[in-house]
Nanobody, 125 residues
Framework: QVQLVESGGGLVQAGGSLRLSCAAS????????MGWFRQAPGTEREFVAA????????SYADSVKGRFTISRDNAKNTVSLQMNSLKPEDTAVYYC??????????????????WGKGTLVTVSS
């Protein structure tokens, strides 16, 4: 069982930056691929970024490439999402996800095994 807790959300002006963190429980954190998803009101949850267990492989949604960076610290059981040049359309609840299969953390419909409760990011124009 893996428990995920997100933090770091808040209100920021367009063009600003935020850093989200996800703390994971358990002793096999490096066995899990980790992903970030987001969901705006009235929309389906969408993929944002993912990172493999080793950290060597990363993936990004086209909408965030060049602005967001995902990273992980396996010694601290954490995964982070550095978000720069934020836009109002980045406003959403951001969720952390974990799964042993990488493809399950880059596609919401595949259904990752574990999810956090989310943290709200609001970008004002």
């Amino acid at each position: 069982q893996v428990q995920l807790v997100e933090s770091g959300g808040g209100l920021v002006q367009a063009g600003g930056s935020l850093r989200l963190s996800c703390a994971a429980s358990g002793r096999t954190f490096s066995s899990y691929a980790m992903g970030w998803f987001r969901q705006a009101p009235g929309t389906e949850r969408e993929f944002v970024a993912a990172i493999s267990g080793t950290g060597y492989v990363t993936s990004y949604a086209d909408s965030v490439k060049g602005r967001f960076t995902i990273s992980r610290d396996n010694a601290k059981n954490t995964v982070s999402l550095q978000m720069n040049s934020l836009k109002p359309e980045d406003t959403a609840v951001y969720y952390c996800a974990a799964d042993r299969v990488y493809s399950n953390v880059i596609n919401y419909r595949h259904g990752a095994d574990y999810w956090g409760k989310g943290t709200l990011v609001t970008v004002s124009s």
